[in-house]
């Protein structure tokens, strides 16, 4: 499986010519990316969450972090295409700076597929608590390939 990670505005202009799915982060407080339908796209997973690891400082206002139920989402989201045997070859995953948090989900997603997250580490700084939250998650649910 193949894995793409992208900011807000190189999602907007992608193109993919291979079967794919889009696994869309936005901060709450921004709107939704335009995301054009593509006839390759098999469908599109849209969350919203910060992009903190945690909640050890204080930060201003209301923070959403990640959890287990984004995590679950995901992997339901990702596997029910595996499972139904609709032939990805590549997820998407954007966040608004292309850095942190779809590079978490990129990670967890290739370590649980693929078996090997390395890449994503050599290339990006992905937060801690998206990947290890799906990681978590996928062992606890007993998800595999």
């Known amino acids: ?10 999602m ?36 919203s969450f910060h992009d903190f690891d945690d909640l050890s400082k204080d930060y201003p206002g209301k923070i959403i972090l990640f959890n287990k139920e984004h995590a679950k989402a995901i992997l339901k989201f990702v596997f029910y295409a ?7 070859d590549t997820i998407i995953c954007h966040c608004e700076a292309g ?13 649980v597929i693929n078996g ?11 937060n801690m608590l998206v990947y290890r ?3 978590k998650t996928a062992y606890e649910e007993g998800v595999k390939k």
Do not use: W
């Not at 894995?3 to 505005?9: C, E, G, I, M, T």
């Not at 595996?82 to 990805?88: A, H, L, M, V, Y």
């Open 116 to 126: 090997d997250d390395k890449a994503v580490f050599r290339h990006y700084l992905p």
């Open 1 to 10: 499986m193949e894995f793409r990670v992208l900011n807000r505005k190189q």
């Open 82 to 88: 595996i499972k139904i045997d609709i032939k990805i």
């Open 99 to 111: 850095i942190s948090r779809s590079a978490g989900v990129v990670g967890a997603l290739s370590k």
């Open 133 to 135: 939250t799906i990681l």
């Open 12 to 47: 907007e202009d992608y193109k993919c010519n291979k079967k794919h799915l889009i696994i869309s982060i936005k901060d709450p407080q921004t709107e939704d990316p335009e995301i054009a339908q593509r006839d390759n796209c098999v469908g599109i997973l849209r969350l």
